[in-house]
């Protein structure tokens, strides 16, 4: 099955954590299979890898790490904050835009869906880190190794790239800071974005422009979020 994944989504540069990971992968795949015979699970088999897929190793410029999938009908792809062109933008994603339109003044209409492949394609690795989840129920796969793959990543791309900026928002998200060199890399944290602490420390934080200022400090594309 790992080798189907590979296959699936075309992951050359990424080849060596998956053959890293291969084991404990082929064991939390065949979990993931059976509880799709039985039940919903989220996203669907074709998006899981799709942050690995639509931003190829070489091309990090920033991560983004999140939690678990959307857990309702048709939202998660496979790209942390985001989901599918047409469904209702969630709160914290809302409000990752609010944070934008304020950052970089623009307009208030700037955002009409919240799909974020754009991102992505820039080089904005958007990872969950818990790639699968049950329908309606949030955290179901935390336990079944998915933490213990993404935490790899992360140590991967620590590793083997110099200037990456980690976006790290909320408590989740700001443990894997023991895993990031701050010497080589910029890591800038704030509270979540959830309507439930945007206001702690979110909004206002002005990641975006930091991130920006930060790429182009180093000759490289800012994104055009």
């Keep these: 099955m790992i080798l189907w994944c590979i296959i699936l989504i075309n992951l050359l540069n990424w080849k060596h954590i998956f053959h890293k990971n291969k084991s404990r992968l082929l064991k939390i795949l065949n979990i993931v299979s059976q509880e799709r015979r039985k039940k919903t699970i989220y996203p669907n088999k074709f998006d899981v890898f799709n942050a690995f ?9 920033i991560v983004i790490i999140g939690q678990d999938p959307y857990y309702n009908f048709n939202q998660a792809h496979g ?4 989901v599918q062109e047409g469904c209702v933008i ?14 970089l003044s623009l307009p208030k209409n700037y955002y009409n869906n919240g799909d974020l492949t754009k991102w992505a394609i820039q080089g904005v690795f958007l990872l969950n880190t818990i790639l699968t989840v049950e329908s309606g129920k949030p955290k179901s796969h935390s336990n079944i190794g998915w933490q213990e793959f993404t935490d790899s ?5 620590n590793d083997y790239l110099n200037g990456v900026v980690f976006l790290l928002w909320g408590n989740s998200a700001q443990m894997k800071k023991r895993i990031i ?3 080589h890399h910029l890591v800038l944290c704030a509270s979540h974005p959830s309507p439930l602490s945007a206001y702690l420390g979110f909004f206002g934080c002005c990641h975006f422009s930091k991130s920006n200022i930060f790429l182009k400090n180093q000759n490289r594309c800012p994104i055009l979020w």
Excluded: C, M
């Design 53 to 61: 897929r639509f931003t190829p190793f070489h091309k990090i410029k």
């Design 90 to 103: 969630p709160p914290s994603l809302i409000n990752i835009y609010k944070e934008i339109i304020n950052d």
């Design 79 to 82: 790209l942390a904050f985001s």
């Design 181 to 183: 060199n701050h010497n």
């Design 153 to 157: 990543v992360i140590q991967y791309i």
